[in-house]
């Protein structure tokens, strides 16, 4: 599923457009820093050489599309305008290069990390740390990204071919549940037989609780204030939901016999979450701080956090655990729980995400509206 087919002629086709393109289409646009996105009418972008053009079946919300455009003016380097939207899957529809024709009409999840493929970072396959990646990251995050009816993705090498009838709960997994895979996945104590313990069960929490179950962990514990949160925490696996931080401390030390976790996921990253996870450690534990919600840790090589400390803040993950994950999914070893918004909702599905009234995962789907292009 991660390699296109073979190249089957492309006779039905023109040249390099699967379907005839509509001059315009709808996209949701941020203008201005501190402000929210308006959904605009812009011309659909014609792909330049290399370039491929994606109709998008669906794009996932993410909190960081909160982070962006309550970032005030000088915080982030992107230029204004661009169209958020940066967990897409999409079927392509038109390509720049008669050599990428064999992509045409193929549905693909695309990997977010715009990386240069060049770099000594992306040669080693750590391409979500591409060195050349200063400024925008990739669509939706200072480029035009998939809230929108079309995008433009630069090269066909950021795309992971999947199943068309895999559904919209694949969109969320581009990020969600390559952020949550990478972030498991990326850590060098094995969590076969450990004490793990998941805090936020929300979009990427809910991911990671399953790849972390698929692993033999000991046990695992999952920390969500909402009710909601820890019953679908329960369902997919968790030994133990608990409430709050406080209270996953306490209990952590009753299962480990006062050791301690050895692996502590923090979805959320505020101040609460980042203190209780260094404390909740065990001797040899790693501590990874996926949320980015302010939260600060001072740590030393005496007494702060216990001996053989690892604290890790990954960022997404590279185009190989992409592919994994998408992998995972196929195998029905993880599976997004994802809720449908259609383009017209998308300010009320924003504002659901930021009172944490969605559980799983918000998607939005272009075809849906009867406005569709
Ligand atoms: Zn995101
Ligand atoms: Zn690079």
Redesign the pocket.
Request: aromatic share 0%; with cysteine.
């Given at each position: 599923m991660t390699t296109p087919p073979p190249a089957t002629g492309t006779g039905e086709h023109s040249a390099t457009t699967r379907d005839e393109l509509p001059a315009t289409m709808r996209a949701w646009r941020l203008h201005e820093w501190g402000s929210r996105p308006t959904l605009d009418r812009v011309p659909v972008p014609r792909p330049g050489p290399g370039e491929v053009l994606l109709k998008v079946d669906a794009a996932g919300l993410c909190h960081s599309d909160l982070h962006i455009m309550d970032s005030p003016e000088g915080r982030l380097p992107y230029t204004l305008p661009f169209t958020l939207g940066h967990e897409v899957v999409g079927t392509v529809v038109a390509v720049g290069d008669r050599a990428e024709e064999h992509w045409l009409g193929l549905t693909c999840a695309v990997h977010g990390v715009w990386?240069?493929?060049?770099?000594r970072?992306?040669r080693s396959g750590r391409?979500n740390y591409?060195?050349?990646?200063d400024g925008a990251i990739g669509g939706g995050i200072g480029l035009d990204g998939g809230l929108a009816d079309y995008i433009l993705v630069p090269s066909a090498r950021h795309l992971v071919g999947v199943d068309p009838t895999a559904g919209t709960a694949l969109a969320p997994l581009t990020d969600a549940g390559l952020t949550a895979f990478h972030a498991v996945d990326s850590q060098p104590v094995d969590v076969a037989g450990a004490v793990v313990v998941v805090i936020g069960i929300g979009g990427l929490g809910h991911l990671a609780l399953q790849v972390v179950r698929s692993r033999s962990p000991e046990v695992v514990v999952a920390v969500d204030p909402r009710r909601g949160a820890r019953d679908l925490a329960t369902e997919l696996g968790a030994d133990h939901a608990v409430a709050s931080v406080a209270e996953a401390v306490d209990l952590v030390a009753r299962l480990s016999g006062d050791t301690g976790a050895d692996l502590v996921f923090d979805f959320v990253g505020v101040q609460d979450t980042v203190t209780a996870g260094a404390r909740m450690l065990a001797t040899g534990g790693g501590l990874t701080v996926v949320g980015s919600a302010g939260g600060s840790l001072t740590v030393d090589k005496q007494g702060s956090v216990p001996r053989g400390w690892r604290v890790a803040a990954p960022f997404w993950g590279p185009h190989a655990d992409l592919a994994a994950v998408l992998g995972l999914a196929a195998d029905g070893e993880i599976a997004s729980v994802v809720e449908e918004r259609t383009m017209d909702e998308v300010p009320a599905a924003y504002e659901d995400l930021r009172r944490g009234r969605a559980s799983g995962r918000l998607v939005v789907v272009p075809g849906r509206d009867p406005s569709a292009a």
């Open positions: 990386s240069c493929g060049e770099c970072k992306c391409d591409c060195v050349r990646l």
